[in-house]
């Protein structure tokens, strides 16, 4: 059995993936997103005793959590908010609390259409590029951006196309791999 696609279970030397999802949002296959994000963190070297949040929210807790922390008005696709510094380990035996990846499906879904993607590829694209933010990786300036756009292009490619569709929540519905548009 492959243990990074059940919840609550953890591979030795890995931070563990814990999903919210209050209003279990349909078409959201949270085990799969989960596992995305677990691998994703492993193929870059982000391992130990530790935990990653990756919760599932309305437009309404969305827009709140927009407003409050970045100043802007409306629900946005994602965010992420950083605990510890992975730079910094935590002392032995003390979790690193790595921090929530928070996505909101509805509006992963509006902009699918215009991004040329499909509602499972959007929200794959969303976990790689919130976890790869909770890593120290940003798109503020263009050369940033580049970096980051590659960096989800690979996982995407390597853990969400390669598998088809089975195990990562959905391959992509034009054979291409989704980039983020930002």
């Not at 209050?22 to 959201?28: D, Q, S, W």
């Not at 599932?56 to 407003?67: C, G, I, Q, R």
């Not at 390669?162 to 983020?180: C, E, F, H, L, Y």
């Amino acid at each position: 059995m492959d243990s990074s696609l059940v919840p609550g279970m953890q591979e030795p030397g890995a931070i563990e993936v814990v999903v919210g999802d209050a209003e279990g949002h349909p078409g959201v296959d949270r085990d799969a997103l989960a596992a995305l994000a677990a691998r994703v963190l492993d193929a870059e070297g982000a391992t130990g005793l530790g935990e990653l949040s990756l919760s599932f929210v309305s437009e309404a807790e969305m827009a709140a959590l927009n407003e409050r922390y970045r100043g802007k008005e409306g629900p946005t696709d994602v965010l992420s908010f950083s605990l510890d510094d992975p730079a910094y380990p935590a002392d032995p035996g003390v979790p690193l609390l790595l921090g929530d990846v928070v996505i909101c499906p509805s509006v992963a879904a509006a902009n699918a259409p215009a991004h040329g993607s499909s509602f499972e590829d959007e929200m794959a694209l969303l976990v790689v590029h919130g976890v790869l933010h909770l890593l120290g990786m940003d798109h503020e300036d263009s050369a940033e951006a580049e970096l980051m756009e590659g960096a989800e292009t690979r996982h995407l490619e390597q853990f969400f196309r390669s598998t088809g569709g089975r195990g990562v929540s959905g391959g992509s519905a034009n054979g291409d791999p989704p980039s983020r548009r930002r």
